[in-house]
């Protein structure tokens, strides 16, 4: 037994993200670790790579205690770890980023100097094992992101790990360079290095692990061989929970086209994206990390420039975006990353929530704020957003919890009056009884005749609250679906492999 | 990219150097005294105060910090080593010593910025003053006039190169080994682009944010010292906006603010010897003297101008490549 | 986290100590301010020390201040000589405009004052003024080396260092060099007017330039002696510092007799140099101001004829010369 | 204990700073001969006005992240661009008083120039504010002085000599200013939209710009007001040295830099208050005469405020829990 972890917990807080977690793993195998998004695999993740330590349990690496304070220590016991977002340094060469912290050194006139030359043998060797063929000289910042990740890989080895954790190693990689690392994974199994594998993409955990093991809610559900799996069992158990009246109903009325988007292109991002929004109608985006779901809503909101295709807002065409003029529309645009572009975290709740409609409160050349009318708005929102809270205008928005602050900012948009509001992420990191609020905030809106757009890697909350659900990938609608055709399987199987249209 | 497109990018990339062969071909065209061998060298030894202090705050700005202390620097080593030289300590023990004070004041920059989390650019203007204020106060804004001695070291010759350009020379080489030949230089570079990255990969942040203070430091009394041993005197002057310059070199040098872009040769000795072939030939071609500081700021300005545009594009640049 | 804290409390404690050190109690008798605009040069330095010593003379008690070339905060600086109750002021100012609003306010708390070494322009309040003349004394010195050009028979390119212009002194020395040199247009040509703004590093770089410009120089002339090191050092560099006699000498002239001047004169390096009275100038100074204390009269201003000093004079009138009297540092 | 002690002197009252204003003050009554008087009271509002209101300027430039070192030169530029006016191209405007106002719209045009100026190139071009502003503040001190050819206009108008010494309605006219400053920067920055654009400019300009707010022109205006503010500061210096002069407030920078800093606005933007402000510029002056009255060296006291802003610097991140 090469690693084995032993009713490990860790707590952010007050919120329990790990609830015990047992498991072991052999030399030479190849761990499929899956779950829904905030089940845990990347604290669990970040535990094992010396990220932060857990709050309570043991783990044990070949049969000594293993807990490493950083990632270098967790690296020099033998624990590699090759994040989604790599961590290289594109304005150095490969070789420096294969040796930032151990270079191969020569003294020179009692000077201890970098020994280049042994430096590229090494490097072109470590390189060879990944199969690159590369000058080791190059900079990183001149290659694609497939070769970045080969190197990153190619790095790890550097060090002799006995176990590599790859997150997500195939979300920037295509087809033909997903095969590639496949591959070298193979071969280091065969070297006996043990691997845990972190993806969504349940077809490449099929192909290549000899174990899944599926975390649910902090908890690990299930433990198994490959054999004893099928994409639709696997689906069922990340899933889980039966979700009785979780999705309140709402009054069908869905009226006249709000919104109609026409091939909208942006090159590199988006491409020949054709949809529209009725009114009082909720349509879901579902599709992998980097499918191009945000981005497409960036440039609706006017975030993001777009290179061809068209807009038509209320039956007008629209040849200019800008987040002011989309206010102005009645477009409101809640954004996944609720800390760098929801909040102002060290200002009070009060400022936070009046910033986007500022503009209702004010009168007069210099736009003087009705301080009174500012608060007694802003109240009532926050109120019926159900925030719990202290003091509006003395408490600031980062002592709040996620749920909570995640509140403010809707109650943030809802104060604009929106006819339109785009979510993206909505309830990523918020706990249930948050989330089964914000969904009937969802409703009610709808219900006083507006729309909504959402964005969610929840399939589960996607099929109880939309009117229809469009999947995208590779920045391309691949499939589009009615509420009378929403099946989880058949939407996941159409997300997850990538299938081409079924329109 | 189109071609024009690219073109741009490669004036962009290399817009100093460009700009370095306009200076020179315009001044060689006014005055047919600027590019003779005799100018050239004054041109160089001119130079090698600003290019040694720049070397050090190369550094500096690689790990995306700043120091403005440097001139302050200069000023305090000038009037201590001036001190002490006149009353009598022989030249040999002065100059160690106030190499020494200017590792002093880097360490103390470096204490404030990683140890207490100032910015760099409160701490080293604080230090700024304090420096300034500390070297009026020990020269009670006296001029102090250095011995004949000073002067000699000035202007002897080694090997047939005059004293200051053998100095340059060795700073330089000794910056361009370390920055590009040794673990520490690389690890600044890693550093300056992503401190948070940097320490994840287990560099150690502290350690180079500490050196890299030091060598400016360091950079900062050398350079004093070189050019004490031209001036021959200390004025309360000395070393005034000096930091503005060095800034300003290393950054026409391709040098980047934000920090893990740049290199000191040929990058930060182009940008000083810009500078000061633009105060040169300025002065050669005899144009009316009140007009230098305005074409200097105006040709930073630029340069500033399109390493703004170029960390844009290329920003932009790296998003679209990441993200599919 | 303790240690920081620590370190802090420390930090201000060692701020509050070092502020209470200046501290001084308050003498009986007269007391007078005293604000230079610079100490920077040995001019500066003797005059205050000649002040100084002649307040003791007369037992007068002097309050000090410097204000390194800030006109504001000298104006500051005088308000609180006047808060803290001073007799009288004197002050050397940065140029001839900004005083004005000083010995208005001066006047207004009807104190003393009187201006060292800058004449204030016209339209300034009461004060009594001590300067030297600057504008004969430099065409003098210039025409001694106009002598020795001329003495020399062959023509001669010339080069001038001129002073910050906003200093009255800096243009008066300026004009008297242009008027001085007029008489000699047969013989010298001034090439190269090199503006220093009293610094030494502009002087260097300007003086190597010009000499790289022009190579042939053999005349120059400095509106202050405490830019000898910079022209010195350029000189050398381009291989023209001899002594008198020698064939490549440089006719160097300078002006206020400070004890570099001195040196080089005795070495046989400066050809003349025009000095200005230290000690008359400020002696009257300080008895004017003390006899307005005392509610007499004196004049508006006061002058310092100075004198040239030259080869041939320099040991009947180095005993004259206040650089002659001090130690060369 | 000490490190109670500590706590509770540095402790997180935003209050701290008035308290040790006030101590200071009363500490500095008794203590040194002089301060205490009249006539010192009165050098201390008008040392301190000019200050405050370059630093109210750089107030509104740090709340939205960013830092205007130009300012010397604006005070430098708008005082000769004001002396000229008013001294020689001026002179066939009749009657005074129009003269002078046309010179001070002058020079609150300059200053607006040179703060559009560096704003557009910090919010269009993107270039860093420190980079833009110790350019411009270069440029703009050397030209400054390029025009005037480092020579002061003076024989200005009477009228406008004597404005420090005149009243109205019993207010000195320098205080007047001050006190309409102060009230206009203090109600743009509590009352109005701008007010609350700014700071969540300077404290998230992602979060700002979705919210709909103009971020641009939002950091463009703060550094338009910051050089008028300059511009203001520059009327009174003028006024008080009866000189346009091109080197006019080259050594203010640490004192303005300071009073803000001391007052506890953050560099990082989003966090600062008018009132924190004049508290840092009343403390910097106390400070400054304080120890001029000690008969303390200019260059002393220079070091003693390099030290008091490091140490201001380092309550600020204790405050916002740095440590």
Same mark, same amino acid.
Not at chain 4, 247 to 252: R, Y
Not at chain 4, 265 to 269: K, R
């Given at each position: 037994m090469l690693l084995q972890l032993k009713n490990i917990k860790k707590s952010f807080g007050k919120v329990e993200v790990l609830k015990g977690i047992t498991f072991s793993l052999d030399e030479g195998m190849i761990l499929g670790l899956i779950g829904e998004n905030g089940a845990g695999k990347s604290t669990m993740m970040n535990l094992l790579g010396g990220i932060f330590p857990p709050t309570a349990g043991e783990m044990f690496l070949n049969g000594e205690t293993y807990l490493p304070n950083s990632p270098i220590a967790a690296q020099s016991k033998g624990v590699a770890f090759i994040h989604q977002e790599l961590n290289l340094f594109p304005n150095l060469s490969i070789a420096e980023n294969l040796f930032i912290n151990q270079f191969p050194k020569k003294r020179f006139f009692g000077v201890s100097r970098i020994d280049k030359k042994t430096i590229n043998v090494k490097a072109k060797e470590l390189l060879g094992q990944v199969g690159l063929t590369m000058? %080791?000289? $190059? $900079?990183?910042?001149?290659?694609? %992101?497939a070769p970045r990740q080969l190197v990153e890989i190619a790095k790890a080895l550097g060090a002799n790990p006995k176990i590599i954790i790859f997150d997500e190693p195939t979300t920037s990689l295509s087809h033909h360079e997903a095969k590639k690392l496949f591959e070298l994974i193979k071969k280091l199994k065969a070297q006996g290095i043990a691997m845990i594998y972190i993806s969504h993409n349940l077809d490449d955990v099929l192909k290549l692990v000899d174990s899944v093991a599926i975390l649910r809610d902090g908890e690990l559900v299930r433990m198994d061989e490959k054999k004893s799996f099928d994409i639709q069992t696997m689906v069922k158990e990340m899933v889980g929970r039966e979700m009785l009246e979780f999705f309140p109903g709402r009054m069908k009325k869905i009226g006249k086209k709000v919104l109609e988007v026409e091939n909208l292109t942006a090159k590199g991002f988006i491409k020949d994206v054709t949809f529209h929004i009725k009114k009082q109608e909720v349509v879901g985006f579902y599709g992998l990390v980097g499918a191009g779901r945000s981005e497409m809503v960036r440039v609706l909101y006017g975030l993001d420039r777009f290179d061809s295709g068209s807009i038509v807002w209320k039956g007008e065409l629209i040849d200019k975006t800008n987040p002011v003029l989309s206010i102005q529309r009645g477009i409101a645009f809640l954004t996944e990353d609720r800390i760098e572009e929801g909040l102002l975290t060290r200002m009070n709740i009060q400022k936070n929530a009046q910033l986007a409609a500022l503009g209702h409160f004010t009168k007069g050349l210099l736009h003087r704020i009705n301080r009174f009318e500012a608060k007694e708005k802003v109240k009532e929102k926050v109120y019926a957003t159900k925030t719990k809270y202290e003091n509006l205008t003395e408490q600031l928005v980062s002592t709040l919890s996620g749920g909570n602050q995640q509140k403010i900012v809707l109650a943030k948009w809802l104060l604009t009056d929106p006819e339109l509001l785009i979510l993206d992420e909505p309830t990523k990191g918020i706990d249930i009884g948050a989330k089964r609020e914000i969904y009937g905030l969802i409703n009610n809106l709808v219900e006083n005749g507006s729309s909504v757009l959402m964005i969610s890697s929840e399939l589960e909350e996607l099929m109880g609250l939309c009117d229809r659900i469009i999947v995208m990938s590779k920045g391309k609608i691949t499939a589009s679906f009615d509420k009378s055709q929403f099946e989880r399987n058949t939407i996941l199987e159409v997300a997850l492999h990538k299938q081409t249209a079924i329109l | 990219m189109t071609r024009f497109q690219k073109a741009i990018q490669l004036l962009l990339n290399y817009s100093t150097v460009v700009l370095f062969l306009v200076v020179l071909v315009t001044f060689g065209l006014l005055s047919p005294k600027f590019l003779t061998l005799g100018n050239i060298t004054n041109i160089l030894i001119q130079s090698s105060s600003l290019t040694i202090l720049a070397i050090g705050m190369t550094f500096v700005l690689l790990t995306a910090g700043i120091d403005l202390s440097v001139g302050s620097i200069m000023f305090v080593v000038g009037v201590i080593s001036g001190k002490l030289v006149v009353i009598g300590l022989p030249i040999w023990w002065a100059i160690p010593l106030v190499l020494v004070i200017g590792l002093l004041f880097g360490l103390v920059n470096a204490f404030f910025i990683?140890?207490?989390?100032?910015v760099p650019f409160i701490v080293t203007l604080a230090t700024f003053y304090v420096g300034r204020g500390l070297g009026l106060y020990i020269s009670e804004t006296r001029a102090i006039n250095l011995p004949e001695s000073f002067l000699q070291i000035g202007s002897s010759k080694l090997l047939g190169l005059p004293m200051p350009i053998v100095i340059l020379l060795l700073v330089l080489i000794i910056g361009h080994f370390v920055l590009s030949s040794t673990q520490f230089g690389r690890q600044v570079y890693a550093v300056g682009n992503d401190m948070a990255k940097a320490r994840k990969a287990g560099v150690p942040v502290k350690k180079i944010l500490l050196t890299v203070y030091l060598i400016c430091g360091l950079c900062a009394a050398i350079s004093s010292l070189v050019a004490l041993a031209q001036l021959g005197a200390v004025s309360p002057t000395f070393g005034y906006q000096n930091e503005f310059m060095a800034i300003a070199a290393a950054v026409l040098g391709g040098t980047s603010l934000f920090g893990g872009k740049g290199n000191i040769l040929p990058g930060t000795l182009i940008g000083a010897l810009l500078i000061q072939s633009i105060q040169n030939g300025l002065v050669i071609i005899n144009v009316n003297p009140y007009i230098y500081p305005v074409i200097t700021g105006t040709v930073i300005f630029l340069i500033v101008m399109i390493d703004s545009l170029r960390h844009k594009s290329v920003q932009k640049a790296l998003r679209t490549k990441t993200t599919i | 986290m303790k240690m920081k804290k620590i370190f802090l409390m420390v930090l201000s404690f060692i701020c509050l100590l070092s502020a209470n050190t200046g501290c001084r109690p308050k003498k009986k008798g007269v007391t007078i301010g005293i604000s230079f605009e610079t100490l920077q040069t040995e001019y500066w330095v003797a005059s205050m020390a000649a002040i100084k010593s002649e307040c003791e003379r007369n037992g007068i008690n002097y309050i000090v201040a410097v204000s390194n070339g800030d006109a504001n905060r000298q104006f500051e600086q005088v308000n609180n000589f006047i808060s803290q109750g001073v007799d009288g002021i004197v002050i050397t100012p940065?140029?001839?405009?900004?005083?004005v609003p000083i010995i208005k306010a001066a006047n207004r708390a009807s104190i003393p004052i009187g201006i060292y070494n800058r004449l204030p322009a016209d339209h300034a309040g009461e004060h009594v003024a001590v300067v030297a003349d600057n504008y004969e004394i430099t065409k003098s010195t210039v025409r001694y080396m106009g002598e020795l050009a001329r003495a020399s028979g062959r023509k001669h390119k010339a080069m001038i260092l001129i002073g910050d212009l906003g200093d009255i002194n800096a243009i008066y020395r300026r004009d008297g060099f242009n008027d001085g040199i007029k008489e000699f247009e047969d013989v010298v040509e001034v090439v190269s007017r090199i503006p220093t703004e009293w610094n030494q590093e502009k002087a260097l770089a300007g003086v190597t330039n010009a000499l790289q410009a022009n190579p042939d120089i053999s005349f120059i002339f400095t509106s202050s002696d405490f830019l000898f090191p910079s022209i010195i050092s350029a000189l050398k560099n381009a291989d023209k510092y001899h002594p008198i006699g020698h064939e490549n000498h440089v006719i160097f002239g300078g002006f206020d007799g400070d004890p570099m001047a001195y040196s080089l004169l005795k070495e046989q390096y400066l050809d003349a140099d025009g000095v200005q009275d230290v000690f008359y100038e400020c002696n009257s100074l300080v008895q004017a101001i003390l006899s307005l204390i005392e509610g007499g009269k004196v004049g508006r201003k006061i002058v310092d004829p100075g004198f040239v000093i030259h080869q041939k004079n320099l040991n009947e009138k180095a005993t004259d010369m206040w650089g002659a009297n001090l130690q060369t540092p | 204990m000490i490190e109670s002690t500590a706590n509770k002197l540095l402790g997180k009252s935003e209050n701290t700073t008035v308290y040790v204003c006030v101590l200071y003050y009363f500490i500095m009554a008794i203590f040194v001969p002089g301060f205490f008087t009249i006539h010192n009271s009165w050098n201390l509002l008008f040392n301190l006005l000019p200050l405050l209101i370059v630093a109210i300027g750089q107030t509104y430039v740090m709340l939205g992240a960013g830092i205007d070192l130009s300012v010397t030169s604006i005070v430098a530029m708008t005082s000769i661009i004001g002396g000229y006016c008013l001294s020689d191209i001026t002179a066939f405007i009749e009657p005074v008083w129009l003269r002078i106002v046309f010179s001070l719209g002058a020079m609150l045009l300059t200053g607006a120039l040179i703060g559009l100026i560096n704003g557009v190139s910090v919010a269009k071009l993107g270039m860093p504010a420190f980079m833009v502003t110790l350019t411009t503040m270069m440029l703009f001190s050397g030209t400054a002085i390029w025009l005037t050819r480092s020579q002061n206009s003076y024989m200005l108008p009477e009228s406008f000599v004597n404005m420090p010494y005149t009243s109205l309605w019993f207010i000195p006219l320098p205080l007047l200013i001050g006190l309409v400053v102060v009230g206009i920067a203090y109600f743009l920055l509590n009352n109005t939209l701008y007010g609350e654009w700014l700071p969540s400019v300077g404290m998230n300009s992602k979060t700002a710009a979705i919210s709909g707010v103009k971020v641009q022109s939002t950091t463009i205006w703060s550094y338009i007001i910051c050089g008028c503010c300059a511009a203001v500061a520059s009327i009174l210096y003028t006024a008080r040295l009866e000189t346009g002069s091109p080197?006019?407030?080259?050594?203010?920078l640490l004192d303005v830099i300071g009073s803000v800093v001391i007052g506890g606005?953050?560099?990082?933007?989003g966090v600062g208050k008018i009132q924190w402000t004049v508290i840092g510029a009343v403390f910097i002056i106390m400070l400054d005469n304080s120890l001029n009255l000690m008969g303390m060296s200019y260059f002393l006291i220079m070091i003693i405020k390099g030290l008091v802003i490091l140490l201001a610097a380092m309550m600020n991140l204790l405050k916002e829990g740095k440590y």
């Open positions: 000058d %080791p000289n $190059k $900079k990183v910042e001149e290659l694609s %992101p | 990683f140890k207490l989390k100032i | 940065k140029d001839a405009h900004t005083i | 080197v006019m407030g080259q050594h203010i606005t953050s560099l990082f933007g």
